[in-house]
């Protein structure tokens, strides 16, 4: 009989503040009780509630911040997103595992970037731009953000005002409400030549499965496809999910 492999220990945290950035989408910081974990730009952690299952979430803060940083929005469903948006305030604890995740930004790497969104995909991205415009990538630095309406280009400024600062980082939000395309439609559109790109993808499997075909249709190379879901890489296990 093969021996389970053994759990990782959860990591005691504290919730140090909470930024309600829209109706439905909250930040948090947390802080652990001893020393932060190490974690990769663009790499995940479980996150356990008191009376709550498990839920990983992308980190959005960049290994040189020291910060663990978590971008959730309301599922409305009841489950783990909605009670850590409307209920979880600073000073409450929970239990971190991790980090996980295989689509992580690799140290050193000087490849054109090219990181495509989703929704709430954003915030895997937002590590690997903020690491990367912090150890001086050399660029370019593209990301593509795709979502439904204005109204969910919760960072828009962040990102426009990095874009005023580094000049090898690019920003193109993609609003489908607006545009009429979404995001790898507009990528097609933009980038005649992807070969040469190292790209990263993060939303949900249906934005995902419409944006692959775009992006190989334009020459980017699947081994230069980076991301935890299984259509980009099927070697790797799923993410823990709760509710």
């Known amino acids: 009989m093969t021996n389970p492999a053994p759990v990782e220990p959860g990591i005691p945290a504290t919730i140090e503040a909470v930024n309600d950035i829209g109706p439905d989408i909250r930040i948090l910081r947390v802080r652990t009780n001893d020393a932060p974990p190490s974690w990769l730009a663009g790499q995940y952690m479980e ?14 803060s960049a290994p040189h911040s020291n910060v663990l940083e978590f971008h959730i929005r309301d599922s409305k469903t009841g489950g783990v997103s909605s009670h850590i948006v409307t209920t979880l305030k600073p000073g409450d604890a929970l239990t971190l595992r991790g980090p996980f995740g295989y689509a992580a930004m690799i140290p050193g790497d000087t490849m054109p970037l090219l990181l495509v969104a989703g929704g709430m995909g954003l915030s895997q991205m937002k590590g690997i731009v903020e690491e990367s415009l912090h150890s001086n990538h050399p660029g370019p630095i593209i990301l593509c953000w795709g979502v439904k309406t204005d109204q969910d280009l919760y960072l828009k400024d962040h990102f426009d005002a990095l874009e ?10 993609v609003v489908e409400a607006f545009l009429g395309q979404n995001a790898g439609q507009a990528i097609r559109a933009n980038f005649a030549d992807l070969s040469g790109m190292r790209i990263y993808v993060a ?10 075909p775009h992006l190989q249709a334009n020459g980017a190379r699947a ?13 790797i296990p799923p993410a823990p999910k709760g509710p």
């Open 203 to 212: 939303g949900s499997p249906a934005m995902i499965a419409a944006t692959l």
């Open 164 to 173: 005023q600062q580094h000049a090898q980082f690019q920003f193109m939000p």
């Open 223 to 235: 081994d230069m496809i980076h991301g935890d879901d299984k259509a980009l890489s099927p070697a």
């Open 47 to 60: 996150l356990t509630f008191a009376g709550m299952p498990p839920r990983s979430y992308s980190i959005a």
